[in-house]
Each structure stands twice: as C-alpha cells, then as structure tokens.
C-alpha cells in the first residue's frame, strides 16, 4: 500500500509551540502538584478561599475561567488557523487523519461516560472526558525525544487541537444557561464588524483587540460561555498564507500569546482549579460514582479506543493513509496520550455541575488520576514501540 508521507522538517512557528508547550506541560505538573499539596494541608482552606476573593463583582476564580482562559481559545484558535492555512491541516490528505482520530476521540469516550450516566443527575459530565491536553500530551512527547518519529508529533497536536475546538463547540451549544438573545446578536454584530475590519485588510492589531474585548463582554452577557469570544476574534484577525510571516497579526498575535499562556495563564487556571480535597475514603466515591468511572473509562479506554477504532476504519476504507513512518503501534500510543484530558476536562467539569462542590472535587480526582495513568502508559508504550524496533 503506498503511504503519505507527512512532511518532517518542522516549520519555525510549529517548533516554537511545540518547544513552548512542552515546557508548560512541565510548569501545570509543578502547580498541579502544589495546588494539591496547599489544598490538604492545615491552612487548606485559607488557600481555596483566595480564589474565591470577589474582584470587581466576580470571583478571582471565576476571572481566571472566564477571562484569562478566553485568551488561551484565542490562542488554541490562532493555532487551528495556522493549522488550517499552512500548517499541517493544510492539505486535505494530511489533515484526514487527525480529524478522524479527533473525532473517534471524542465520540468514545462521550459513550462511555453516557452508557454509565444516562438518566442521571451526573449525565451533564458527557464532556468531560472528551478533550485532550495539549500540553501535557506534547511534555510527554517531549520526553521520547528521537524515539518518536516527528510526524507523531504533528498527529497528536493537530488531533488535539481539532479536540479542543470540539469541546469549545461543545461548551457553546450544551453549557448555556440563561441565554439573552439581544446580547449575542450584539457579540454577532461585533463579529461581523471585524470581520468587514479583516475583508478590508486592516493588519492592525488595536481594532480586532478592542473588538474582542466588547465581544467578550457580551458574550459574558448572552449566558454562552465568554471563553468562545476567543475563537471567534481568532478567525476574524488576518492571516497570512506566507509561512511565519511576521507582517501577518495573526501570527504576531501568536507569538505573542504563546509565553503568556503556557507560563501566566495556564498556571494559574492549574492553582486556581487543581486544588482537590483528598478525604478519607475518597476511592470508594471515586470507584462506586457513576461520573467518575465515566470519567477514567472514558479517558483511559475511550480515547485509545476511540482514536484507533475510527483511523483503523477510515484507512480500510481507504478515506485517508498512515504516514509512512508512523505504523499502528504509534496510532495505539498516541490514543493513549489523547486520554490526558486536564485543562478542557476540568474547565467543562466547572461548566457542567456549578455549585455542586463535591461533584465537582470527585470529577477532577478522577480527572486528575486518567491524566497520570493515560501519560505513563502512553509513554511507556511508546518507549516499548521503540525498544522492539531497536531488537528488530
């Protein structure tokens, strides 16, 4: 069977996010860890309530999940842009197979969590388990360094990413709550005037940015979660075809957010979200709670199985090739660095069961626990995959 091969030679922007998050997957570990740590220890509960401090009638907490994670979805939406222009999305054949594996890797583990939790009041986490976290998936990546072929890495970044703005689309047709039909035409209205900003060709910055503040404000309004204002204001911004055009806002733009976000904004969303109260007993509420056998099934099982079921099928039937230097064991792999699940699974667990706080602490254990299982299994897998080619 003759093989598409994905190009291997990285271009400058792609090896900036990668490098960029491959060292925030290792900054989100350091602040899961303390975040946790802080949480269970005697002055816990001073430590949750600082995130709880109101600021200008919000929550410092909820500033972090409804401001500053906005700009991360303008960032993920900056990125699929490039993807979908000149990167590795654009060209139909090489972008196939991540589509598919992306949405083989959501729709498992989305079956799973409804299989164990239809008809219940838990059945809202059906999203949960659905996304992947780039960061950490490219840390781990990181770590394989050589032993990986570069193509694996293109894969699982542009299925992750395809992941994301799954579960953004999610988030805006399934987490809305109290929707204001005057604010959301205006966010509309907003849109539509960058938009005409973009056709017009004005390559400043300033306008989209002020756009997308207004955008956001109403968005705040409207009952849809503010956080889609960022991809949204992404695909209104210019872009350039050119790879790594500097002229280009959009790439400026990117390469400015891509520090903010993997060393202020991420780590912030990890210490503000990431502090899970471990009480006594707390397996059996994990082990026994339809949501989080949901949850750790659907990461853990749904996502390798998802993601190889559906690529399988979809090379049988001859819609896309594997690249030729990637073979099915790394498929296996990848799926199950796909079931890292952390930044989007615990920003949707927040969406999904507001003011149900022990609901919510059990989730993000079980997220917490799929994430570290999914990474050291992928990884050694990965590191296995390698150790049998070498005895070849």
């Not at 709880?52 to 993920?76: C, K, R, V, Y």
């Not at 654009?90 to 890797?105: E, F, H, R, T, W």
């Not at 400043?204 to 956080?227: D, E, F, N, R």
């Amino acid at each position: 069977m003759n093989k598409t091969i994905l190009p291997t030679t990285l271009s400058q922007t792609f090896q900036r996010f990668f490098d960029s998050e491959k060292s925030a997957g290792m900054v989100l570990i350091a602040c899961t860890l303390l975040s946790i740590a802080a949480a269970n220890a005697s002055w816990g509960a001073s430590y949750l309530a600082v995130w709880q401090t109101p600021i200008a009638g919000m929550s410092l907490e909820h500033w972090i999940n409804d401001g500053l994670m906005a700009i991360f979805f303008l960032l993920i939406g900056l990125e699929l842009e490039r993807e979908l222009y000149n990167g590795e999305l654009s060209k139909l054949s090489n972008a196939l197979l991540p589509m598919v594996a992306a949405i083989g890797g959501m729709l498992a583990p989305a079956l799973i969590h409804f299989y164990f939790n239809v008809g219940t009041a838990s059945q809202a986490g059906i999203g949960i388990p659905m996304a992947t976290d780039i960061a950490f998936a490219l840390a781990i990546l990181a770590l394989l360094g050589n032993r990986v072929p570069t193509s694996l890495k293109v894969f699982v970044v542009a299925f992750a990413v395809i992941d994301d703005l799954g579960a953004a689309l999610l988030i805006a047709l399934f987490y809305t709550a109290n929707l204001s039909m005057p604010a959301l035409l205006s966010a509309a209205g907003v849109l539509l005037i960058l938009a005409m900003l973009n056709r017009m060709r004005v390559m400043a910055l300033l306008p989209y940015l002020i756009g997308g503040i207004i955008m956001w404000a109403l968005m705040l309004k409207s009952g849809v979660h503010a956080t889609i204002a960022g991809i949204a204001l992404a695909f209104a911004i210019p872009f350039s075809a050119k790879q790594d055009d500097a002229v280009s806002p959009s790439h400026r733009l990117e390469h400015l957010l891509h520090r903010p976000v993997a060393f202020v904004i991420l780590p912030l969303f990890a210490l503000a979200n990431t502090g899970v109260v471990i009480h006594a007993g707390w397996t059996d509420a994990l082990l026994h709670h339809p949501n989080s056998i949901g949850i750790l099934l659907g990461l853990l099982l749904g996502k390798p199985i998802g993601i190889t079921a559906l690529c399988l099928v979809a090379v049988a039937l001859n819609i896309c090739k594997l690249p030729a230097d990637i073979h099915w064991r790394h498929i296996i792999g990848a799926g199950m660095l796909g079931g890292i699940g952390f930044t989007m699974s615990i920003f949707i667990t927040n969406l999904a069961f507001v003011g149900q706080l022990d609901v919510i602490n059990a989730s993000k254990m079980a997220i917490l626990l799929a994430s570290l299982f999914a990474g050291l299994l992928g990884y050694i897998w990965l590191c296995l995959i390698k150790a049998s080619n070498n005895n070849v």
